[in-house]
């Protein structure tokens, strides 16, 4: 009988349900003190501990949201998955070249920047709680920066990069344009009548795609992290893939 292989995000959701994230205590070091290299190796946990939990429950709704075919529901959660994922792979190269360099203090401020970054607040905080330091949040990382290191990680391995043309194609159906509205037009001659659009079952091979890129980079950013536990289980599932698409 034909073996038909489960899809990467299915394996990827299924197990990522049994992951346990245990608590983590922050190291004794004060916000004026110098980051030490426990501390920078706890925040690579806390960051990508708080990864996982987010992730796994955004993909566990995705492929709910799947059962039903609604595709064009599908694309806005899909390119938030696809997000997710440059915004990992970035925090694993910086993470990696900077503690090759022993710059705890650039580490230490890139995850600071991830962890407490707030445009909104930023810009509209103080209109609703006057009290708020508005200037101590940093702005999100924008986008660019993400493509670029997601790129970067394709050019890496050899490959072509896609990103601009992945994350575009999701990026059209998650805005408010035309492209939305084609699936419900049916044109016959010069008359254009509107159904239901085309339902699609399955996640779009770039969500599968970017759920596995995810995956290992939050393995990376773990291992870089000193971390065993979580680490290992990560490593489990990609086996489990392997063997899966083998």
Same mark, same amino acid.
């Given at each position: 009988?034909?073996?038909?292989?489960?899809?990467?995000?299915?394996?990827?959701? #299924?197990?990522?349900?049994?992951?346990?994230?245990?608590? !983590? $205590?922050?190291?004794?070091? =004060?916000?004026? +003190?110098?980051?030490? *290299?426990?501390?920078?190796?706890?925040?690579?946990?806390?960051?990508?501990?708080?990864?996982? #939990?987010?992730?796994?429950?955004?993909?566990?709704?995705? !492929? $709910?949201?799947?059962?039903? =075919?609604?595709? +064009?529901?599908?694309? *806005?959660?899909?390119?938030?998955?696809?997000?997710?994922?440059?915004?990992?792979?970035?925090?694993?190269?910086?993470?990696?070249?900077?503690?090759?360099? !022993?710059?705890?203090?650039?580490?230490?401020?890139?995850?600071?920047?991830?962890?407490?970054?707030?445009?909104?607040?930023?810009?509209?905080?103080?209109?609703?709680?006057?009290?708020?330091?508005?200037?101590?949040?940093?702005?999100? !990382?924008?986008?660019?920066?993400?493509?670029?290191?997601?790129?970067?990680?394709?050019?890496?391995?050899?490959?072509?990069?896609?990103?601009?043309?992945?994350?575009?194609?999701?990026?059209?159906?998650?805005?408010?344009?035309?492209?939305?509205?084609?699936?419900?037009?049916?044109?016959?001659?010069?008359?254009?009548?509107?159904?239901?659009?085309?339902?699609?079952?399955?996640?779009?091979?770039?969500?599968?795609?970017?759920?596995?890129?995810?995956?290992?980079?939050?393995?990376?950013?773990?291992?870089?992290?000193?971390?065993?536990?979580?680490?290992?289980?990560?490593?489990?599932?990609?086996?489990?893939?392997?063997?899966?698409?083998?």
């Amino acid at each position: 009988m034909h073996h038909v292989a489960m899809p990467p995000a299915n394996i990827i959701s #299924a197990r990522l349900d049994s992951v346990t994230l245990p608590p !983590l $205590v922050r190291p004794p070091v =004060g916000p004026n +003190e110098e980051p030490t *290299l426990e501390l920078v190796t706890w925040a690579g946990r806390y960051y990508a501990y708080s990864s996982i #939990a987010h992730v796994r429950n955004i993909l566990r709704g995705l !492929l $709910v949201l799947a059962t039903s =075919g609604n595709v +064009e529901t599908m694309f *806005l959660v899909e390119r938030h998955l696809y997000e997710w994922t440059m915004h990992a792979v970035f925090i694993q190269q910086n993470f990696k070249r900077h503690l090759v360099a !022993l710059n705890l203090q650039a580490i230490w401020e890139m995850f600071e920047e991830a962890d407490t970054a707030n445009g909104w607040i930023r810009r509209h905080g103080a209109k609703y709680v006057s009290e708020i330091p508005t200037d101590e949040f940093p702005d999100t !990382l924008r986008v660019k920066r993400l493509v670029a290191a997601y790129e970067k990680c394709q050019a890496d391995r050899g490959e072509i990069p896609s990103v601009q043309d992945d994350y575009g194609y999701l990026s059209e159906h998650s805005h408010a344009n035309a492209a939305c509205f084609l699936p419900y037009r049916v044109f016959k001659g010069r008359q254009v009548s509107f159904s239901a659009a085309p339902l699609r079952y399955e996640l779009a091979g770039i969500a599968h795609a970017a759920t596995l890129e995810w995956l290992v980079a939050i393995r990376n950013i773990l291992g870089t992290s000193k971390e065993d536990a979580v680490r290992q289980q990560f490593s489990e599932i990609l086996n489990t893939i392997a063997k899966e698409l083998k």
